[in-house]
Every structure is written in structure tokens, then in C-alpha cells.
């Protein structure tokens, strides 16, 4: 192979420069790789965006929690050992905020764009992307939630139709030891799959508390540019609520083929569980999508007998986000089936969350590189907030994928056994999850040289 070959050969283009775009490129880049990074504006806006920087924070100033102890503080420290550019320029552009990681959004944009922009392998072009690039050459998709229309249309050719989504409807996922497990029962409807779904039973007076507060519970006021269309097969459940007092008990709330075996009698209304993961230490409500703010979620989903002291892993929301069926279309190292040469990063491939699309950008501006190097693909530990994201992108039933925000609900157990009978309490076991990924997390490092070809 001649010297123009192999140079040839080890370029990467990376379309979006969001977060996950802008970690991609950097990470590719510091590995010896020649990066063309395309990002549309200012030449073209979104309806949401306002600069032509990139790694532009929309929404909101604040990455969440540092708390040690929490998933999304392990997260950040995976990335802070991993070497991260978001997370190293976020700490450096920090408001104070808490407990949380908040960023002086116009500094924090600034200072991604000039560092990406100097490095010497990155060509940062402003120019609107229409196509995903042909099949030769190895690519990385991180458009985000708000792709172009033309962009959108050429990614079916990877995704098929059926698997590109145009909005998250998204129930609440709960922690299952916070399940009261002396209320709920466990059954499928008519006996049909066994013991699948936890179920909430609901008595009449019940059930009417719980429509009332539904009813005049408060909501999310959708942005200018989200103009959600409902499909009917995805209400949110107040949306539903409102079509008459009886409508949720034909729907998500239909107690038929169901009988609590405590009383030997169909309930009048039933809130169906459905887990989560292979583990069981989470479980969604089932057709419980929202609109509801997030405080009011807490008060009055609590309302559901069996739920009143539960731990809340995500809360629920239905908002305009691009995003594709991952678990159908992508491998563990965040490549396509179908395509090898193309990855995929950010929030398009179903995860929630600044840090969460920094990190799924980290791992595929890696393992392109790696590609690139011929070197081996590397698909970080499940029992770390890397590992465990991953894991939930390409292994989740298909048919129930919806994005996620990093929680512990997502990480194998840890043995909980301590003498005697009592469980072993939240924090001791949150700090075994913790202790056990940074870990794995050093290990996985140290295996596969991780930071090893790394040079700025």
C-alpha cells in the first residue's frame, strides 16, 4: 500500500457538531485520524438553534448531577478518566449550579468550537449534509434530534421507514425494590405469557382520585417548533383521560383478563409494569406517556397503589426528537448491520441527554478510529455507565425501544446479600454499582490501550 492509500484510507467524516459530533471528531483526531466535520449552521439553522457554534446547548445549561454516588455523576467520571473534550471544557466553562454540572452556555460553545476548529487533523466545514456518505467511506451520523428533512430521507436507507421515529413518547421507568410488592401482583392478561407485568390495582374510589389529579394535573408546553402530532395508538395518558372519564379503563388501564389474586376478583382498574431489562430492577408503566411536568409525575403517579413510595429511574415526556430503532439496526460498537463503515452517535440513536450523546460520540469517534487503524473494536464493559447504555441501545426489545437518560435501573445488580434479613440500603448498594464500573471501567482501559494512542 502506497503512503497515498493509507492516508486515503484513514480519513473519517463526521456529520452534526453537537455534542456527540464534536467528542466523535476530537477523539478520532487525537488518535491520528484526519477528521472532516460538517456542521450545517449557521448556514442553516435549526428551529431550536441560534449560533453557528458547535456543541451548542439548547435547552437547558446544566450536564445534571456530580454527585458521586449517582449515574449520571459515574458517568461524568468515566469520561473525565476516558479523556473527554465535553466534559474537560464544561468543567472549565462551570456556573455555580449545586450539585449539578451547569456551563456558561456561550463560553462553553465557544470554547468546543476553537478547540476543535484548531486542531490540526479537523477540517470543520458549515455546509448542509443531504446524504449519508457513500459506503466506502467510514462516516459517523450524529445529527441529533432535530436532523434535516433530507438528511432524515437518506437515513431510511439504513433504517428502514418503519424504524425512524419523529418524536419520544416516553413512559416513566421506576425502580423496582420500590415497588410495593405486597399490593402489585404479577400476571399477564387471560394467563398469556405468565408472570410478565406487575400489576397496580385500582378500586373505583381509586381509580376516580386518580383521574381527577390526572385532569388537573400541569403540563409541558410544547416548544414553536415541535408541532406534535399524536398518533392514536400513542396518546399521552392525560390526552386519553380527556376523551371521557371511561376512556383509560379500554386503554392502558383495562383491568379484563386480569384477576388480583389477593381478592380473587378483576380490580376496576389496572396500571400494568412492565421490566425493563433482562435484570428486572426496573420496570415502565405501560402506556403511560406524558405531557405532565416532572413534579407533578412525581405526585400523581404516586397515587398508583403499589407506587406510593416508588423510586423514579426517568420521569416521562413526549417531545419532537429524530431517532432510530437502534437495537434492529446497530451493533454493540455503534456500527450499522447493514453498513459497517457507518456509526452512529448522540441522541438520534435513542439516548437522553447532553453527557449521555457526549459519551455515545466518545465511543464511536473511537472505534472509527479504531477501524480506521485496523486495530480491534472495543465495546466497554455492561457494568459500566458506558457499557450499560450501550447495552440498552442494541440489546432492548425493539419493539418497546424508547431513549433513555443514564439510571441505575440499566446496570446488572450487584449482590445485595448482608446478614440477616434486611436488604441491603440504597446508597451501600448505588456505591458497589459505582465501585464495581470504575473498575472494569480501568481494566477495559488498560486491555484495549484505550488512552494508549492518544496524542494532543
Sequence with gaps: MNSTQENKEKKLVVVGGGLAGSEAAWQAASRGIDVTLYEMRPVKLTPAHETGHLAEM??????????????????????????????????????????ALAVDRTLFAAAISEAIKKHPRITVLHEEVKEIPSDGAVAIISSGPLTSDALTESLKTVADEEHLYFYDAISPIVEADSINMD?????????????????????????????????????VKSKPFEKIQYFEGCLPIE???ERGKKTPLFGPMKPVGLVDPKTGKQPFAVIQLRAENRFGTSYSLVG????????????IFKLIPGLEEVSFLRLGSLHRNTFLNSPRILSETLQCHVRPNLFLAGQIIGVEGYVESAAMGYLAGMNAARKLLNEEMAVPPETTAHGALVQYITKSPPKFFQPINTNFGLFPPVETSVKGPRKMKKADRYQKIVNRALGDLSSWISQYKILSNISQ
Excluded: H
Excluded at 288 to 298: D, I
Design 58 to 99: 439548547v435547552c437547558s445549561n446544566s450536564m445534571g448531577s456530580l454527585k458521586a454516588v449517582s449515574a449520571p455523576g459515574l458517568l461524568k467520571e468515566e469520561m473525565r478518566q476516558l479523556g473527554s473534550l465535553i466534559i474537560s471544557t464544561a468543567e472549565k466553562n462551570a456556573v455555580p449550579a449545586g450539585g
Design 183 to 219: 399490593i402489585v401482583f404479577r400476571a399477564s392478561r387471560y394467563g398469556k405469557g405468565g408472570g410478565d407485568y406487575l400489576n397496580c390495582p385500582m378500586d373505583e374510589g381509586q381509580y376516580d382520585l386518580f383521574y381527577e389529579a390526572l385532569m388537573s394535573g400541569e403540563r
Design 239 to 241: 390526552v386519553l383521560a
Design 288 to 299: 403511560f406517556q406524558t405531557k405532565l411536568t416532572w413534579p407533578e409525575q412525581r405526585r
